[in-house]
């Protein structure tokens, strides 16, 4: 059930429409805080050339060191973003006759002189199969709900590759996709699809990853899916022995890089050499933990953090990427092993059949290295320390939306509730969805940050466990206590105290820390955006309800709070309302990150301003 939202602040970005119509695309413009004649600041020496990034260009050299260095453009990614508007080594020659003392004003001149606008390249496209009522509008009744539904799906006309990501992305990718197939437009599905295996037939892998859909196309997606897989086994793979003594084979992120990337030249240069004081080894080391992070999709967070006995950090300095085995990487591949196996099918036995045993493995492992049965969680595994880390994170959800689900909560429906009990914390305690840890720490995949796809995978792995498991009452705290008594001890590895605080509307502090009134959107049956009960339902289907509807209530509160509006149902709010989010010009954002403090609001934190 979807009762009417409860929007109570605000923050903004894209526009709402559900006409198709032309779309101006806007480009960056160098400018200068300092006079154009001012000689550039010394240069650290550069780092060495990158075997997989040949580009004299747009990879780590000399011209997209200056470049950054005189950082012309607020997004170190612009520059990177720019087609060349002469050919390449006419564009190296004129790099070449800037002096060796050089200005900042030479700078913007040859970068004006050599390349064009980010993103003009782009060609505006009209869906032809695009329906303005898709068949999912069916099963929404609620007026409010059904009207947004729609106008988002109306979005679809209005995307361009604009903003910061102007390029097709693995992680991105998937979700987009669900998204299509939601809405009919099945022949962008294929166009995406086919996009993946040129660059498969190209390049020998898609830089971050992939997924096999429709049969239509299986012929030429099944070879190219294995070498995909191939891929991730000759790169990616580790042998890890667990406290068993057992030997398993893991994946990991690990990027063989020793310069700054190229899309965030500066900000890594900036990270290795301020201050100074690291020797070119350690420098090295950093770059690759910088490219693995950005690998991951999780970039970045704590949760990439070499562990401290104080839990102290020194930023992105502590990354610890490549030493680390993900659970959701792990998660994704032992899923993907699956599907290969059913769509290989009765045509295909012996294909089936390896790579079921392969998914067989994956899901020993993952059991072995990555799952805490006293804790009732799942946890990365440390290389370095050979043991798995304490920092409980949205990861955590990936191996039941994989189909790795613990004997322990196939067993008990209290354990299976204690596996989900921080969900039932986050509902009830805070405003919005969950986080990607409890750890606020300015990164953007940190605390107060919730990313649609993590509620995406929390409501698959609910779904996960048989009706049985989940059917019986959801648990409620006794006495004083608060719905944090109610997860296992440890889990989420920090104390109730250390929690992230939830802000009270009208006052300067924050919700109580403990106890009942911790609690504060516990309502009868239901929290606060959580939708209405259900009579005789589990605490399965009212913990995916809850959390539904809070998902829905923050993407349509914060897309009102910038601006969004529908006609005779949705008023827009006032100037002086919209002005508290700069959005008086707006038509709505919908968000990449929501915070789960404030559902009027975008996340924050992270390289780059939210999208």
């Not at 605000?10 to 429409?17: D, I, P």
């Not at 994704?332 to 089936?352: K, T």
């Not at 613990?406 to 921080?422: H, I, R, T, V």
């Amino acid at each position: 059930m979807f009762p009417l939202l409860a929007c109570v602040t605000y923050v903004g970005l894209a526009a709402a429409q559900t006409s198709v119509s032309s779309v101006s695309v806007s480009t960056a413009i160098p400018s200068l805080s300092v006079s154009p004649a001012n000689a550039l600041p010394t240069q650290i020496a550069l780092p060495p050339k990158q075997a997989w990034c040949p580009s004299e260009i747009f990879c780590a050299g000399e011209l997209l060191q200056t470049v950054n260095i005189a950082h012309i453009f607020p997004d170190d990614k612009t520059f990177a973003d720019k087609p060349t508007s002469n050919p390449a080594q006419v564009v190296l020659a004129s790099f070449k006759n800037i002096s060796s003392s050089t200005t900042y004003g030479e700078v913007v001149q040859f970068v004006d002189d050599n390349f064009k606008g980010e993103g003009l390249e782009f060609e505006a496209l009209v869906l032809a199969n695009f329906k303005s009522d898709p068949a999912f509008l069916n099963n929404v009744s609620a007026p409010i709900a059904k009207a947004f539904a729609k106008t988002v799906h109306g979005i679809w006309n209005q995307l361009i590759r604009g903003g910061r990501f102007r390029e097709q992305y693995y992680w991105d990718s998937f979700w987009i996709v669900e998204g299509l197939i939601e809405s009919g437009l099945f022949d962008v599905v294929n166009a995406t699809l086919q996009n993946f295996m040129d660059e498969l037939d190209n390049f020998g892998f898609i830089p971050n990853g992939g997924r096999i859909y429709y049969r239509t196309i299986l012929r030429r997606a099944l070879p190219l899916a294995e070498k995909e897989l191939k891929w991730w086994d000759d790169n990616r793979s580790v042998q890890v022995q667990s406290a068993s003594n057992v030997t398993h084979k893991v994946y990991h992120y690990s990027v063989n890089n020793s310069a700054p990337r190229p899309e965030s030249y500066l900000t890594d240069y900036t990270t290795a050499n301020v201050p100074d004081t690291l020797n070119d080894t350690q420098k090295a080391a950093l770059y690759a933990e910088l490219a693995s992070g950005a690998e991951s999709g999780w970039d970045y967070t704590v949760r990439w953090f070499a562990p401290t006995s104080d839990s102290s950090n020194d930023g992105l300095r502590s990354l610890n990427v490549r030493n680390t085995i993900p659970i959701d990487l792990n998660s994704i591949l032992y899923r993907n092993h699956i599907l290969l196996a059913d769509l290989y099918g009765d045509d295909n036995n012996e294909a089936a059949s390896s790579h079921r045993q392969t998914a067989a493995a994956l899901h020993a492992a993952v059991l072995d290295l990555l799952w805490d049965p006293t804790k009732l969680a799942f946890y990365d595994y440390n290389l370095a320390t050979k043991s798995r880390n304490s920092l409980f994170s949205a990861a955590n959800f990936y191996p039941l939306w994989s189909g790795i689900i613990p004997p322990e909560l196939l067993n008990s429906s209290d354990k299976a509730f204690g596996y989900f009990s921080s969900l039932n914390l986050v509902l009830n305690r805070y405003n919005g969805t969950f986080p990607s840890t409890f750890i606020v720490s300015e990164q953007q995949w940190d605390a107060p940050n919730t990313w649609p796809p993590h509620q995406y995978i929390v409501l698959q792995a609910l779904r996960a466990l048989p009706s049985n498991i989940t059917s019986g009452a959801l648990l409620l705290p006794t006495g004083n206590q608060s719905t944090f008594n109610l997860i296992p001890e440890g889990q989420l590895g920090i104390n109730e105290s250390q929690l992230p605080g939830q802000p009270l509307v009208g006052s300067r502090g924050n919700a109580s820390t403990s106890g009942p009134a911790a609690d504060i959107n516990r309502l009868n049956g239901t929290v606060v955006n959580g939708g209405n009960a259900t009579e005789g339902e589990g605490w399965g289907k009212a913990l995916e309800r809850q959390l539904a509807n809070r998902y829905i209530a923050s993407a349509f509160c914060s897309w009102r709070a910038t601006g969004g509006s529908i006609d005779g149902l949705v008023p827009r709010l006032s100037p002086q309302e919209l002005n508290v989010t700069q959005s008086v010009n707006n038509t709505g954002n919908m968000f990449e990150k929501f915070s789960n403090l404030d559902i009027d609001s975008a996340g924050r934190g992270g390289e780059y301003v939210v999208q």
